[in-house]
């Protein structure tokens, strides 16, 4: 079964994440700050990330950098609000993310992005 880490703490987007892709059949791994994000990475193996770039204590940017360094060849989906700062977005697909999903969003194309990556 495939792993997916979830980095988001707006709690309502979380549930649905969650629901979602659980519903696909995937395992699915919950947290929702960056500290957290961080440890995971280094302590499960996840077979993908999707991670908000807005989180607390360290930003998503920051995610993406860290789960280079461990793994640089897992897929990463950022989900950003569309009021965000495009230069974050554009920082983010520098650093090679495979997806950027803006808010709100539909968790069926999700799961669709998912699917995508994953089953590469």
Known sequence: MKNILVIEDDKLISSLVQFRLKKEGYSVTMVEDGISGMDAIDTQEADLIITDVMIPYKNGIEIINHARKVNPKIPIIVL????????????????????????????????VRVRRLINN
Do not use: I, Q, R, Y
């Open 80 to 111: 950003s609000s569309l009021g965000e700062e495009e230069s974050t977005v554009m920082e983010a697909f520098n650093l090679g993310v495979s997806d950027f999903v803006p808010k709100p969003f539909n968790p069926n194309e999700l799961a």
